[in-house]
Structures are given as C-alpha cells and as structure tokens.
C-alpha cells in the first residue's frame, strides 16, 4: 500500500494544476479516489461522519445487477443454442453470451467515462460515481443483436443530453439508462424490437423447425389483434410460465429472469439503497390494473392473469433497478408510493393498449420521471399546510 | 406527569472512550477565557483592554446590538490578552486567573419577591443572560421578549454526553431557584423534559414546570425536538431554551449573589487515558485538564460532542455553552480502497456495513469524512434520523436555493444546527448541512 501510494504522489504533479498533464486532472482524481480514500478531515459542522458514501452505494447496486448479468449472458448461449438446435454446455453457454455482451459493455463504460470525464474536466468537479451503474445498466437492456456504435450513440446521448445538460448526476430529470433505451427504440425501431434482435443468428444459419424468437409481449400483441384469445400457447416460442421465471425466454440481456433479478432485489433492500417502497408498489399497480383489465375482459392482452405481467418483459428488471434511481424517481417518502403505483398501472396500461409499444415499463418509468417533481410537490405542499394549519389552531 | 414521547427516528453513535462515573477536581487552571465566537452573529463592544483588572461578573464585552446584554468575567484576574483575528474580529478575551476568587458583589437578596424586570436586569448585568438561547434561529434572547415558553431538556442523548444526573449531582437547591426564575421570565410555561431510562431524581423537588418524558435514541434529548413534539414553534413564535447546568448556575447566583461558575464536565473520547467526570470552571483553559491525559498526539479536541462541537486547540479553552470536552483521533490519512475494503470499524447508519452496523458496540471514530462531496443522489436517509415533522431534504435544498418563503413554510423555524447534526452525519453525499443550514438561518435572521 505504501509503495503504490508514492507512485501516486509522485505522479500527482503532473496531473495537477501547472503540470504538463493537467488536461486529465479529473481523470487522475477521480482514479486516485478509487484506489485511495483520500486524507481529507471535516472541517465545519460535525467532526465524525458516516462510513457510507457515493462510491460504496453505486458499488454495491453493481453488484446486485450481476446476478442477472451473468444469468442474462448465459441465457443469451442458451436462446441461441436453442434455436439453431447446437448441443452446448453450460460454460459454452455462458463464453458465447459473455463474447456477445462484452464488447456492448466495453462501449457504453468507454464512451460514457469518457464523456463524463470531459465534462468534469471541463466544469471543474470531481467525476461523479453515477455512471458506473448506469454504464451497466444500458448494456443490460439492450438487445443481444444491437450494432456497437448505437449502443456509443445512444450513451453518449443519454450522458450529455440526459445528465450532464442538467448538471450531472444528482440533477437529471430522467433515469439515464433508459434514455438510451428510448433514444435507439424511437430512432432505430427496427434493430429494438420485433424477433429478431434479441438473438443474434447470423442470416442464412439454420434454425429449428417452427423457432421464432418473438417475445411473449410480441406475440400477446399479435393475438390481441388477430382476436385470438389468451393461452399459456402465447408464451415466447416453446417455453412455460416456469421458463418467464427463470429467464430462459429470449429478451433483453439481463431483463429475462425473474429469479436473478429478485437477488438483486434483495441485496439492494438487504443494503438499504433501493426503496422497498417503490418497488413493492410498482408490482402493486400493475396487479392493480392487470386485475381490473382482467374483469373488463375482451382480447388476449385483457384476459392475461395480471400476474403474469409481472414476470413478462421487462417488468422485473425496470421495478427493481429502473425505478428505484433515486436522483429520477419521487424523492419523498410518501411520494415514493405513488410514483412506483402509477408506473406499474401505466405499464399495464401502455402494453394492453397500445400495440405500438410492446415494451410498457419503460415509458413509463420515463413518464413518471417527469411527474416525479409534481408527485413530490404535492407531499411537500401537504406538509406545509400541516404546519400553516398549525399556526391558526 | 403525562405521557410519554417515544422518539423512534435517530440513532446513537457509540464511541471509544466513554466516561467512568468518577469526578475528578481538576486543577486550577491558569487562564480563562470567553470567546465571542461561541454566540451566533455577536459584535461585541469592548469594556476592559490588556492589563486590566476584572473580578468575576465584571462586564468584558456586550453586545453592539443590545448593550444591556453584558459578557461577564468567569474569574477574576488581569486582562492577559484580546485575540483577534481576521479584519480583527475579536476571538477571545483571556485572562490570568487570581489564586484566590474576588467575587463582583449583585444584590439578589429577596428575589422571590423580585419582578420579573429586576430579575432580568441582574442576568443580563451577571452575564447569565446568554445561556438563554432564543429560537428562532438558535440567538441570544432579546430580553425586551416575553417567550411563548422556556424548555429545558433535561439529559443529554449526545455521544459520550455527561450524564446530568451525576455531572449536577449536589446541585439540586440551585436547579430549584434556577427554575423558579425561569418561570418569572416565562409567560408562558417552563417545560422540563426528561428521558424515561435515565436517572432524573435530580429535579425530583422541581415544582410548578410542566414535566414530559421522552425515550428513545438520540437526537431525543435535543430540545429542539422536545419542542417540535411539545408544542412546535410557529411562524411568528418565540421560544427560549436553557441548558439544566446553566439552570444551576442561575440558581447559585440568586442564592449567594456571586457569579459562581464551577462545573463538572466531561473528558470523553477514545484518545483521553481517563476518561471521567472533572470539576472545573466556565471558561477554562483545558491545557491543564488534558496534559498527561492524551494517548496520542494527532487528535482533535472538540469543544462540546462529536456532531456540534467545536475545534479547538490543545492549550485552547472550554466553550461558553460546553460541559464535554471530546478528543478523537485525527484521520488524515489515505486508506486504500477504504470504500470497498474497510481497513477499521466506523460508526454508521447504513446496512452496507452489516457488520459495524448490528454486531460491533462502540467505535473509534476519527475525522475523516471517509469520501468525498457529492451532489444529492440517495434520498430517504435523512428521514431516518429525523424524528422532527420537517421533510430535512427538502428543507436543505431551500436553503441551498435561497427559496426564503419555502424555508419559512418548510419549518426553518423550528430547528437550529443541532438539530440536523444526524442528518449531516448520515449523509452519503457528505453534505455539510449544519453550514448549509447556518447561511439558511442567518439570511432568515437577517430578513425578519
């Protein structure tokens, strides 16, 4: 430890201002930071604090996205092992979604750091921690097939035009990742949706008989407006409910398995980082609309038991990793019910009844994002009326 | 006595170092001093210079806004120094203490008969005025006021805090004069507030004050969430606090007639070899009373407890308001990947530590912030410490916005640094709330 931190200091003046590499001092920092927790004492106001900070908090969201990011790279072997009928093992499985997902993760932490690291340079600020999460996340919900340089495209756009335009982490109205989300899924529809994108087979390579990669959103759509009625049959091609559970259906790379994504879930509630609350009431609304379109009943998107909606998509993986940003979501406590109810109800809403959109949650965890502001305005006005209506009793 | 006020949201931060119940009687220090400092936005106008000869309760210095309101010398002896600082902003007045106390005589005979002008009159010619601390806003009391109510708190949940019922132990007949000129200032009631677990038969022959109990973790024993449970302070309110132990020193001037400052307080922290209670005076130099007692050399002496106190120096000198003196070891190192890796236990809020969190009981806590400034991200922390009906995000946000009417209507009167003291520590993104909420409170102070 004492010889790496003289190389530190020895390198320090260079990155330092007056040195010759003075351009990168945000860069030097924000690594010297990482390796060293720096010997900064309190200075004003209480002289002991907390051990918590930024960098432990991102860190332990990080690890509570692996699970499903090692699921979702084996998973990615398997749907592609699976559709061109290719025996494979389970490490053939992973190496060959790993060697698929990497080069997507590679892109969006390069051109994200390095934005961010430009920005910080140029500002002045030390480089915020935020983007190792989100630089995770915008991997995760992309499609396996995705060209690389949407992916830099679409995160370059979410840094600079989702954050760093309102100040940076801590100031961006809407939830980073899935602004890149949305900027390819408006941009480039095709290469977003539809059956093909989620696994990549090469053109012209045999598939099995009857294969179609559509996802259980896709096909609950088609039957919705072919008039045909619900069934398990709808499910993403040759799999179960069990199957929606587990994540051996294709879809997004790390969205597909409820399982890992629950693991995360609890690491993140066990650490106190996610708000329980917000995700306990996303699920609640979405039962809560999926039960009443249950009742109306009429096409296959109305008679789906709600509880499926849960387990479909990318419900899971938006309730406990999407909604629970702290900086995008409601910020009061009371406010977080209501913002996780209305997102889970708007994504029952948004996949029955617009067909455009197959994908629910992330328009609206978006959509919230927005009223996040308002749902909180709302509670902090009822505080204050609390304390006016003191004054006068 | 009625009900009882559980305190849920807070936490106690558990240090190395707590005081044995012993009482030591230090020894006499050598100097004494009063710093202007230790009252929030004094001026204070001169009455002695270098070379002068004081008795104790002689007038030092008042304050330019309102002359009648007199700082007064703890001891008497000669003028050795005014420190002055910045575009000289006078820092302290010290004195070199007689071996023998010559004592300013104040007539208090009879002062059960006395009004309530008279009585005033005498705290603010004595000096004991400025213990009564005025909210909003945490100032000096404006004597021409008469407050809503006066509350006392009447423990201490801060870490290593003396326990009052041992530090004022002996005190009793001074608590009770104490209080009943305190309800000669007050209108309104005398609040007195006690904790349910904590031995309080000290003010067991305390009479005609309105007694609450509370439970619960720290902050429970601030008295700025006594008063937001009680009877929370309003637009427009103005209420007055006073600590028991200066309660006493009220008492013991009205009965002798002297202003008598002696004080047991406490010597607490991991780097004191003994930790304990010591018998000493308002205003001491703690060189005497921590030489020999340090087990390091690189520590911070606070004037006060860990999350309000204030820095001060080896040789410096015990605040106006303090009756702790904690020494905590410095943390002015590197820790690599301390982040991640935590090399020593740290007193935290947050399960990310489980271990330090629900199994370790007291920690060596140091002053290092353990990582750096942010902007806000996490949310929802704050409210974990804060038992006050006040949304403290949002309240430091105002602040931090200038919004003045949202300050007002989010409830800036109500609290003062203290009583945000928890957030600030709590805070992942290292925010200094106490100075964010100070700039809050002073450019309130300024508009009202």
């Known amino acids: 430890m004492k010889f790496l931190r003289d190389q530190v200091d020895k390198l320090k003046p260079t990155f330092s201002e007056g040195g010759k590499l003075s351009f990168l001092h945000s860069t030097f920092d924000a690594l010297e930071t990482f390796l060293f927790v720096p010997n900064h004492t309190t200075k004003s106001g209480g002289h002991i604090r907390d051990g918590i900070d930024l960098k432990r908090t991102m860190f332990l969201v990080v690890i509570a996205l692996l699970p499903a990011l090692l699921f979702g790279m084996w998973n990615l072997g398997y749907q592609f092992h699976r559709a061109t009928g290719i025996e494979a093992s389970l490490l053939e499985n992973f190496w060959y979604g790993m060697l698929q997902t990497l080069p997507i993760i590679i892109v969006s932490y390069g051109v994200g750091l390095g934005i961010e690291m430009a920005f910080a340079q140029f500002k002045g600020h030390p480089v915020n921690e935020g983007f190792l999460v989100t630089g995770l996340l915008i991997p995760m919900v992309m499609p396996a097939d995705i060209p690389l340089w949407m992916v830099g495209l679409a995160t370059a756009f979410a840094v600079i035009i989702g954050k760093e335009v309102f100040?940076?982490?801590?100031?961006?109205?809407?939830?980073?990742?899935?602004?890149?989300?949305?900027?390819?899924?408006?941009?480039?529809?095709?290469?977003?949706?539809?059956?093909?994108?989620?696994?990549?087979?090469?053109?012209?390579?045999?598939?099995?008989?009857?294969?179609?990669?559509?996802?259980?959103?896709?096909?609950?759509?088609?039957?919705?407006?072919?008039?045909?009625?619900?069934?398990?049959?709808?499910?993403?091609?040759?799999?179960?409910?069990?199957?929606?559970?587990?994540?051996?259906?294709?879809?997004?790379?790390?969205?597909?398995?409820?399982?890992?994504?629950?693991?995360?879930?609890?690491?993140?509630?066990a650490a106190g980082i996610g708000s329980w609350k917000i995700m306990i009431s996303t699920v609640i609304g979405a039962l809560f609309m999926g039960g009443v379109l249950n009742l109306a009943g009429g096409n296959a998107w109305y008679d789906m038991p709600a509880h499926y909606h849960l387990i479909i998509g990318g419900f899971m993986f938006g309730t406990v990793f999407m909604t629970t940003d702290p900086v995008s979501a409601a910020q009061t406590e009371r406010g977080k019910w209501i913002y996780g109810f209305f997102i889970g109800l708007l994504t029952v809403l948004i996949r029955v009844f617009n067909p455009g959109y197959p994908e629910g949650i992330m328009m609206a965890i978006l959509l919230m994002n927005v009223f996040a502001p308002l749902i909180d305005y709302s509670v902090i006005q009822s505080n204050i009326k609390m304390r006016l209506k003191r004054v006068k009793a | 006595m009625g009900q009882n006020i559980k305190i849920k949201r807070g936490m106690d931060i558990k240090l190395e170092g707590a005081p044995s119940g012993h009482v030591n009687h230090a020894n006499f220090p050598a100097t004494f001093a009063i710093k202007p400092t230790d009252f929030k936005g004094l001026v204070p106008k001169m009455y002695v210079k270098q070379g002068d000869e004081v008795q104790a309760g002689d007038c030092l210095f008042t304050d330019k806004k309102n002359d009648k309101i007199c700082f007064t010398a703890p001891i008497s002896g000669e003028i050795a120094e005014v420190v002055r600082g910045d575009r000289r902003a006078i820092l302290a007045v010290k004195i070199l203490a007689d071996s023998k106390i010559a004592y300013k005589s104040f007539n208090t005979s009879g002062y059960e008969a006395k009004s309530r002008?008279?009585?005033?009159?005498?705290?603010?010619?004595?000096?004991?005025?400025?213990?009564?601390?005025?909210?909003?806003?945490?100032?000096?009391?404006?004597?021409?006021?008469?407050?809503?109510?006066?509350?006392?708190?009447?423990?201490?949940?801060?870490?290593?805090?003396?326990?009052?019922?041992?530090?004022?132990?002996g005190q009793e007949a001074n608590l009770k004069t104490g209080f009943e000129i305190l309800k000669k200032l007050a209108a309104g009631k005398v609040h007195l507030n006690i904790h349910q677990d904590k031995d309080s038969s000290i003010y067991n022959s305390i009479q005609g004050v309105e007694k609450t109990t509370f439970s619960g973790p720290h902050p429970s024993g601030l008295v700025g969430v006594q008063i937001n449970k009680i009877d929370a302070i309003n637009k427009g309110d103005v209420v007055w606090t006073i600590k028991p132990q200066h309660v006493a020193f009220i008492g013991k001037f009205f009965e002798t007639g002297n202003l008598d400052l002696e004080q047991t307080i406490v010597i607490a922290g991991s780097e004191v070899k003994n930790p304990a209670y010591y018998t000493t005076r308002l205003g001491a130099s703690v060189a005497e009373l921590l030489s020999d007692n340090l087990t390091a050399d690189n520590v911070r002496v606070i004037s006060g407890n860990v999350l309000t106190g204030t820095k001060i120096t080896q040789d410096g000198y015990l605040g106006y308001y303090d009756n702790q003196i904690s020494v905590i070891p410095e943390g002015d190192h590197y820790e690599m990947l301390g982040w991640l890796f935590p090399s020593y236990p740290r007193p935290t809020l947050s399960s990310t530590f489980p271990l330090y969190k629900f199994f370790k009981k007291t920690f060596k806590a140091n002053t290092n912030p353990h990582g750096e400034h942010r902007a806000y991200v996490v949310t929802g922390q704050y409210e974990k410490v804060m038992p006050m009906d006040i949304m403290p995000q949002q309240l430091i946000k105002s602040v931090m916005a200038k919004d003045l009417e949202l300050m007002e209507n989010l409830g800036i009167y109500e609290v003062i640094e203290e009583d945000m003291a928890l957030c600030e520590f709590v805070c992942t993104s290292k925010i200094d709330v106490q100075r964010v909420l100070s700039e809050g409170l002073e450019l309130m102070a300024e508009e009202s």
């Open chain 1, 167 to 269: 100040g940076g982490t801590g100031m961006n109205l809407l939830n980073p990742a899935l602004t890149a989300r949305m900027f390819l899924y408006i941009g480039y529809t095709p290469e977003m949706s539809g059956e093909k994108c989620w696994v990549p087979i090469a053109d012209g390579m045999a598939t099995v008989d009857g294969y179609s990669g559509a996802t259980t959103l896709g096909n609950v759509g088609v039957a919705s407006a072919n008039g045909t009625p619900w069934s398990d049959s709808l499910l993403s091609w040759g799999t179960t409910a069990m199957d929606s559970i587990l994540g051996t259906i294709p879809g997004s790379i790390a969205e597909t398995s409820v399982v890992a994504v629950l693991i995360g879930a609890i690491i993140l509630i």
């Open chain 2, 117 to 169: 002008d008279e009585v005033t009159d005498l705290l603010l010619a004595s000096g004991l005025w400025p213990f009564i601390v005025q909210r909003p806003f945490g100032v000096l009391a404006d004597p021409s006021i008469t407050p809503k109510a006066i509350h006392v708190s009447g423990f201490d949940s801060a870490p290593l805090a003396a326990d009052l019922s041992i530090s004022l132990k």
